[in-house]
């Protein structure tokens, strides 16, 4: 169908889809949001609700709408199936306007520009991230537009590395690239599967240069204040950034009042490996936060303090002094335990200051937002006063601290408690804050005892007692007087109307009356509107001094939490130091400890540069290798963040990186076997490990045949060792390399001790001296409930591979049960450890230089040279 053919609302439907192709619109008819075409079938299907069709000039249309008042539910739906949604508002009052009602976009919602509550976690940061490239480096901005919250960071061209695990530690719901990048296929493998990416034409509405709209943005002359100048690739990518938020957003971005530079090289980077394999925010099982660090660590009384928690947990610092910093308040609220309970009690009172700010600097806020912010800037003196009584530690929390109390003041007095979530009807603001409004509720309310009060007032003045006020639809409020009494009238009063026996009147007062009463329910919800939207604009005239004080109560709530968490699961304040040493005095595996059914055996650890640093861990399945690996590196990790520790005691050297390379499975996404899984993970640690890293290592070489396995194991640990000479566990089934003790200076064997008797094997979980030379595999099989037979046919072929030097590999060729054992096969491989030297190797070793002549020795090389060319 033309465009000449459309109906003028389909004209305008047309024209708004053709500004948002790649877009859901939601189209408002009435009490309905429409949506049309491919956007009806794919949003029904999304929304789960009925898809229908209209006539529009002989052709049906598919059609799908939700009503209005419920859009929030259908949103979450449409937002979660992975759509951008535009919402096409009535920009004019049906009821009033003739014609075609006028509309726009008023808002684009997209996975990284959310600022409402029910679509948000609000333990979680809902990060947009933006890149962009310029000839030598490539410029990261990232903004939460729930929070505020606004940083810009660059990278070397070539450095996709770190530039995959800064993406990887922000964890972004969606990224926008330039075209350049969005075309570059080695760069899009980088970008992690869950967000949703894209490469947006942009609409410059401000037709700014890059810095020039950064200023504008942040109200500066310059930039250099943020670290950053005005050509940088920081700048490029930040006015990316906000050119997208203004297309998306239609609105003023006043929640984004600061920009901040960071540099990753200032925390300690974490791959998607090492973040995976120590459960850091999620556990390796179904992907729930439950069983993870941050599950076991989060006791936080805000939202503001939970966010910034999984920041810490996910950016481990690595300046000490900043380290030592976040310990020493720790280890002051820990002390304090009256205060610290105080605190996190009145911390209860404070609701999520960085979204409400947010919400009210897109306009998106309501009644109840203003009051919870009220509430909570009333509490927060409470707080600062009780750090600032506590002492020198916990008064560097609460100084400096903007004073808020005009504005609570403004909003008690003018926000009820309980105030309407609409904000169109009436409910919102106090009587006694505006005259007149009082007025016109005062008129609602008793408008009935007002015209019995003139009616009275009116029959004393004239002397007529049969004088009535009366009311209909055509004239409104009139007075009525009998024709006997019209000459007693005063010269006030303006006839109206004459009937047969009576006349009606009007007065300027009743027609004030009239205009007030007729009209005060909607003048109520207009002044209403409009004081609310005073109140509002005030909120964000300061969001800067709001957003501080967030960040300080956010900053409270963690460190106190620390001290709350180590107090009730008994961890104790390390010592960090910039030395080399990792040194734990029974430490404990914090998740396993406290899920555990079973009493939790602590153990020591000692890693060095200069003695322990490569412990060869042997040991039996299940008895306790892999959370002995884990634990030491979340301990680490836990004082890198300002926490105290699960350890009697620590003592720490800062750590550059963790790395981990703990169990594999499939890829089935990227077809890889789990070999490959485990190579590419072990390649990762030996390509960019450096001598202040700590590696945990967790049978490397498994994923293959034994020899090749166990190669690949001796190779690794070895390149650790003496190329780059990093703290690393390596726990193996390879007992082959207890042997790297006796040639590697620093390696060290360690085992999991195991009591035999009859009755079969207990695992003991304690960590000691030795290595060992079985792998109680058999025993663990009868543990996990293999019927005996096999149990039984397994140690036949185990005595006997393990009498005649096999590998397993002999074993496939064993046939059923009753089968004879095949007499070994001949050796077609070497051994790892069993080399056998060339006979002209033997026979040089054999000669004495010293007695031996110049034709002796040129015959010898003759006859070593013939031997070599020989198949032999």
């Known amino acids: 169908m033309s465009a000449g053919e459309l109906t003028p609302m389909f004209r305008q439907y047309q024209d708004l889809k053709r500004e948002y192709p790649d877009v ?78 006028r509309r726009d976009v008023i808002r684009v919602l997209t996975p990284g520009t959310l600022v409402e509550d029910y679509l948000l976690d609000e333990r979680t940061n809902n990060y947009l991230v933006a890149i962009i490239a310029d000839k030598n480096n490539i410029g990261l901005a990232v903004t939460d537009c729930s929070t505020g919250a606004f940083l810009v960071t660059s990278f070397e061209l070539n450095d996709l590395r770190g530039i995959r695990e800064e993406v990887a530690r922000l964890s972004p719901s969606e990224i926008i690239l330039s075209s350049m990048l969005f075309c ?49 690739v920081e700048t490029q990518a930040a006015a990316f950034l906000l050119r997208y938020l203004q297309n998306t957003q239609k609105s003023a971005l006043g929640q984004i009042c600061s920009l901040t530079k960071y540099s990753t090289s200032n925390i300690m980077m974490l791959d998607s490996f090492t973040r995976r394999n120590l459960e850091l925010t999620e556990s390796l099982r179904g992907g729930s936060r439950v069983n993870s660090l941050v599950w076991v660590l989060d006791n936080t009384k805000t939202s503001m303090g939970a966010r910034l928690l999984k920041q810490w947990i996910s950016s481990p610092l690595l300046s000490l002094d900043e380290i030592n910093w976040r310990l020493s308040k720790v280890a002051a609220f820990r002390t304090l335990d009256l205060l610290r309970g105080e605190v996190r009690d009145k911390l209860k009172s404070i609701y999520d200051l960085e979204r409400l700010l947010s919400r009210t600097a897109t306009k998106n806020c309501n009644g109840r937002d203003l009051a ?56 919102i603001i106090k009587k006694g804050y505006n005259e007149e409004l009082d007025k016109l509720r005062d008129v609602e309310k008793n408008g009935k005892t ?41 010269e006030d009063y303006i006839r109206k109307q004459t009937l047969a026996n009576n006349e009606r009147f009007i007065t300027p007062d009743l027609k004030d009356f009239e205009e007030m009463v007729l009209g005060a329910e909607d003048k109520i919800k207009n002044i209403e509107y409009e004081l609310f939207s005073e109140l509002r604009d005030l909120v964000s005239v300061l969001s800067s001094d709001i957003q501080k004080l967030a960040n300080a109560v956010a900053n409270i709530d963690v460190l106190s939490n620390f001290a709350y968490v180590a107090s009730q699961n008994n961890y104790n304040l390390p010592a960090v130091n910039n030395g080399i040493e990792i040194e734990i005095i029974n430490g404990r595996h914090p998740v396993v400890e406290l899920t555990t059914t079973d009493r939790f055996i602590p153990n020591d650890t ?18 306790g290798k892999s959370t002995y690996l884990r634990q030491t590196a979340l301990i680490t990790l836990m004082a890198q963040i300002g926490s105290f520790v699960p350890a009697e005691a620590a003592t720490l050297g800062i750590v550059d990186r963790i790395f981990t390379r703990v169990g594999a499975s499939d890829d089935l996404a990227t077809g890889q076997s789990t070999f490959m899984v485990e190579m590419t993970e072990t390649a990762n640690i030996l390509n960019n490990a450096t001598e202040r890293s700590f590696v945990i290592l967790d049978e490397i070489g498994r994923g293959t045949s034994t020899f090749d396995g166990l190669s690949i194991a001796f ?15 390596f726990a193996t089934h ?6 790297l003790e006796n040639t590697l200076k620093r390696a060290k064997n360690y085992r999991i001790a195991v009591k035999e008797d009859e009755a079969g094997i207990t695992f003991l979980r304690r960590i000691v001296k030795g290595g060992t030379d079985r792998s109680y595999g058999i025993h663990v099989a009868r543990l996990a409930g293999l019927p005996d037979e096999v149990l039984y046919r397994a140690e036949r072929v185990l005595q006997y591979l393990e009498e005649n030097d096999e590998t397993v590999e002999h074993a496939r060729g064993l046939s059923a049960k009753n089968t004879a054992i095949p007499p070994p096969l001949p050796r077609t491989q070497m051994t790892l450890f069993e080399v056998k030297e060339h006979p002209v190797v033997e026979e040089l070793l054999g000669i004495d230089l010293d007695d031996i002549t110049p034709r002796e020795a040129l015959s010898a090389l003759a006859r070593w040279q013939k031997k070599s060319r020989t198949k032999e």
């Open 24 to 101: 859901i619109l939601l189209f408002r008819c009435g009490d309905f949001y429409e949506m049309y075409g491919d956007d009806a079938i794919k949003g029904a299907e999304a929304m789960d609700i009925s898809l229908t069709s209209r006539d529009v000039r002989g052709s049906r249309l598919p059609m799908a709408g939700v009503p209005f008042h419920a859009i929030d539910r259908y949103l979450s739906r449409l937002l979660s199936a992975g759509y951008k949604t535009a919402i096409a508002e009535q920009m004019e009052d049906p009821k009033t306007t003739k014609g075609l009602v």
């Open 734 to 739: 390879y007992h082959q390399l207890n042997q």
């Open 184 to 232: 570059d296929e080695t760069f899009r493998e980088i970008i992690p599967q869950h967000s949703s990416v894209s490469s947006p034409e942009i609409v410059n509405l401000t037709f700014d240069n890059d810095d020039e709209l950064v200023k504008k943005q942040f109200k500066v002359l310059t930039l250099l204040g943020f670290g950053i100048t005005d050509d940088s």
């Open 450 to 490: 007002y015209i019995v009060e003139l009616e009275n007032k009116e029959r004393e003045r004239t002397g007529i007692r049969t004088l009535k006020i009366g009311y209909n639809s055509v004239f409104g409020y009139y007075i009525e007087v009998s024709r006997a009494n019209s000459s007693n009238v005063p």
């Open 715 to 729: 190779a690794v640990a070895e390149y650790l060792h003496e190329d780059i000479g990093c703290k690393t566990l």
């Open 606 to 623: 000692k890693l060095s540069n200069d003695d322990n640093q490569l412990i060869i861990l042997t040991g039996p399945n299940m008895a």
């Open 372 to 427: 919870q912010l009220r509430d909570s800037l009333e509490s927060l003196p409470e707080i600062f006063e009780l750090l600032t009584n506590a002492g020198n530690e916990l008064l560097e929390l609460a100084i400096d601290m903007p004073s808020m109390e005009d504005l609570a003041s403004v909003l008690r007095r003018g926000i009820v408690d309980n105030p309407s979530l609409s904000l169109r009807e009436g409910g």
